[in-house]
């Protein structure tokens, strides 16, 4: 594993106490409950380094990890479906907002999606939102150990219903439990971070 050297450095609610030391950035983003932290703890081989629950909405803050001693990974709050809808979408909006507001440390965000499930609204928002910021950006899907032949197959057809166009984006498929997925990832980031 690439990514096999990862701290906690501290969780943020507002962009201005980020972590001082400025690194290059790879962010994870996508709905609630779509697997951000359970990625992050299988790319760094650290089954407890971000916190994880089967609860929608569970991550409040930007939480940064600094992988390598290099850059650092950052777990975004997760859009969508919360016990608090309204306050999250609130502090969603304008927490992320200010995130991608002339970021120079951001290289690459990863955006997460099921590949069980075809992209919700909230998923096209944030899609369109990200073609407009001009930042690199991947498509990973998530929890392809689920999927049948059949499930597997409807994936770019799902994507382009949902999307239009995606032949310039690169889209990986992925599973926390296969490491060839893992390590196709890992390469992808580096090749971004100048690892």
């Known amino acids: 594993m690439y990514f096999n050297q990862a701290d906690f450095v ?3 609610d507002k962009i201005e106490n980020k972590p001082e030391k400025h690194l290059n950035e790879v962010l994870f983003v996508g709905k609630s409950n779509v697997g951000k932290s359970s990625l992050i703890n299988a790319l760094t081989n650290h089954s407890k380094l971000a916190f994880t629950s089967s609860k929608p909405g569970h991550t409040r803050l930007l939480n940064y990890y600094i992988i390598n001693k290099k850059f650092y990974f950052v777990d975004c709050p997760g859009y969508g479906f919360s016990s608090q809808k309204d306050l999250d979408y609130e502090f969603y909006g304008e927490l992320i907002e200010n995130y991608f507001k ?3 440390d951001l290289k690459l ?3 997460l999606l099921d590949s069980r499930h075809e992209p919700t609204k909230d998923d096209i928002t944030f ?5 407009e910021t001009n930042y690199n950006f991947v498509l990973v899907m998530t929890k392809c150990d689920k ?7 409807k994936i770019e057809k799902n994507l382009i219903a ?4 995606i032949d310039d984006i690169e889209v990986l498929l992925t599973s926390i439990k296969d490491n060839r997925t893992l390590i196709n990832l890992e390469l992808l980031i580096n090749s ?4």
């Open 10 to 12: 501290k969780s943020v």
């Open 102 to 104: 002339d970021n120079k």
């Open 109 to 111: 965000v990863i955006f």
């Open 127 to 131: 899609f369109n939102f990200l073609k």
């Open 147 to 153: 999927l049948n032949q059949s499930m597997r197959s």
């Open 162 to 165: 949902a999307f239009g166009d």
């Open 192 to 195: 971004f971070i100048g690892g």
